[in-house]
């Protein structure tokens, strides 16, 4: 019988040998074992005593010097709270520096960061929410909040130029913009393409589960040689395409992924939420760490939810990576950001 560690490095197209000297996920190390130490459990100070609702949505800033995050009002929804700022932006010592959106979003959900500074959301509504005028919208906002683009139309669902429950934005270093659409798999199971000005290019998927088809995809990120990750969270895997939409590589051994971070190294950082019994068994939840040159995973932060498999979420949905190279893991179940340092680290 082939070892689960070989046949998760098959699927991800490496070869057998390489994979002997990769880490087994199945043996990920225990809390107290890993190179990682949580500093910060309730990180960030949020303004006017308010506390963390759930939150899946952060992203450093173009110098790695601030944080940003939206986290949906205090509870799992903004709907009715449309006086309260679900767009933060914090120092690295958990500082507020600025906040703004309030009435816009319905469901915060994906973020990203561009060169500019210019700051993405995506409004995915929420299970079982179908509030007539909110969500399915990607908003631009310039650093200081002032909105620059809107793709979608609030409150409309559909395909082609419109979303259905966006789940995460990234832009491409040219100016095109690449939107996962479908969250929680209930939507159009889709990658959709923009130009720069926002003019609609094309797209690719349907639901499914081969090569090129999604269920709920959920996360975004775009490594040094253009290519485009796709964290493909109902079939437990990161799809890996060119920006035209052809297919190159599906990769297994990054486990069940709902945030991903790629930084300026080529290291990725995906984030598990979700495995359990049910739900890609055999996985432990936490970060997964590692090359996306070779693909190895050679690192991993452990969530440190005791029994996952009685917890539908549980530790971050959302990652982002500082310029000191600290995590931050955005959490939806247990409302709240956590930062984690390397052991000997501040």
């Given at each position: 019988?082939?070892?689960?560690r070989a046949l998760a490095c098959l699927a991800a197209g490496l070869l057998l040998a390489a994979c002997e000297a990769a880490p087994d996920p199945?043996?990920?190390?225990?809390?107290?074992?890993?190179?990682?130490?949580?500093?910060?459990?309730?990180?960030?100070?949020?303004?006017?005593?308010?506390?963390?609702?759930?939150?899946?949505?952060?992203?450093?800033?173009?110098?790695?010097?601030?944080?940003?995050?939206?986290?949906?009002?205090?509870?799992?929804?903004?709907?009715?709270?449309?006086?309260?700022?679900?767009?933060?932006?914090?120092?690295?010592?958990?500082?507020?520096?600025?906040?703004?959106?309030?009435?816009?979003?319905?469901?915060?959900?994906?973020?990203?960061?561009?060169?500019?500074?210019?700051?993405?959301?995506?409004?995915?509504?929420?299970?079982?929410?179908?509030?007539?005028?909110?969500g399915h919208i990607v908003v631009k906002f310039s650093p200081e909040g002032e909105v620059l683009l809107t793709l979608g139309e609030r409150g409309?669902?559909?395909?082609?130029?419109?979303?259905?429950?966006?789940?995460?934005?990234?832009?491409?270093?040219?100016?095109?913009?690449?939107?996962?659409?479908?969250?929680?798999?209930?939507?159009?199971?889709?990658?959709?393409?923009?130009?720069?000005?926002?003019?609609?290019?094309?797209?690719?998927?349907?639901?499914?589960?081969?090569?090129?088809?999604?269920?709920?995809?959920?996360?975004?990120?775009?490594?040094?040689?253009?290519?485009?990750?796709?964290?493909?969270?109902?079939?437990?895997?990161?799809?890996?395409?060119?920006?035209?939409?052809?297919?190159?590589?599906?990769?297994?051994?990054?486990?069940?992924?709902?945030?991903?971070?790629?930084?300026?190294?080529?290291?990725?950082?995906?984030?598990?939420?979700?495995?359990n019994m049910r739900r890609n068994p055999g996985w432990k939840r936490g970060v997964y760490i590692g090359s996306v040159r070779d693909g190895w995973?050679?690192?991993?932060?452990?969530?440190?939810?005791?029994?996952?498999?009685?917890?539908?979420?549980?530790?971050?949905?959302?990652?982002?990576?500082?310029?000191?190279?600290?995590?931050?893991?955005?959490?939806?179940?247990?409302?709240?950001?956590?930062?984690?340092?390397?052991?000997?680290?501040?």
């Amino acid at each position: 019988m082939i070892p689960m560690r070989a046949l998760a490095c098959l699927a991800a197209g490496l070869l057998l040998a390489a994979c002997e000297a990769a880490p087994d996920p199945y043996t990920a190390p225990a809390e107290e074992e890993s190179g990682w130490e949580t500093v910060d459990t309730a990180w960030g100070n949020l303004p006017d005593g308010r506390e963390w609702g759930a939150v899946s949505a952060i992203y450093p800033g173009p110098d790695g010097r601030t944080i940003w995050i939206a986290e949906r009002c205090g509870q799992n929804s903004c709907i009715d709270r449309p006086d309260v700022d679900p767009v933060l932006q914090f120092d690295l010592e958990g500082n507020l520096l600025q906040s703004f959106g309030a009435g816009m979003f319905a469901w915060p959900h994906g973020m990203y960061v561009d060169r500019e500074g210019n700051v993405w959301v995506t409004d995915a509504l929420g299970f079982g929410q179908q509030p007539e005028g909110w969500g399915h919208i990607v908003v631009k906002f310039s650093p200081e909040g002032e909105v620059l683009l809107t793709l979608g139309e609030r409150g409309r669902a559909g395909g082609g130029e419109l979303f259905t429950k966006p789940s995460d934005v990234v832009v491409a270093p040219d100016g095109h913009i690449f939107i996962a659409d479908g969250h929680d798999a209930g939507g159009s199971n889709r990658i959709a393409k923009f130009d720069a000005e926002g003019n609609f290019v094309m797209e690719w998927g349907e639901t499914g589960s081969a090569n090129g088809q999604f269920s709920d995809p959920h996360a975004l990120a775009i490594d040094s040689e253009g290519r485009l990750f796709v964290a493909d969270r109902g079939n437990n895997r990161i799809q890996l395409f060119t920006q035209e939409g052809e297919f190159i590589q599906s990769w297994t051994q990054f486990a069940r992924i709902s945030g991903m971070y790629i930084d300026e190294n080529d290291i990725l950082f995906a984030v598990d939420s979700e495995s359990n019994m049910r739900r890609n068994p055999g996985w432990k939840r936490g970060v997964y760490i590692g090359s996306v040159r070779d693909g190895w995973v050679t690192d991993f932060i452990p969530d440190p939810e005791p029994d996952p498999d009685n917890s539908g979420t549980s530790g971050g949905e959302g990652v982002a990576i500082d310029a000191e190279g600290n995590v931050y893991t955005a959490e939806v179940g247990p409302r709240t950001v956590q930062k984690h340092v390397r052991r000997g680290g501040s």
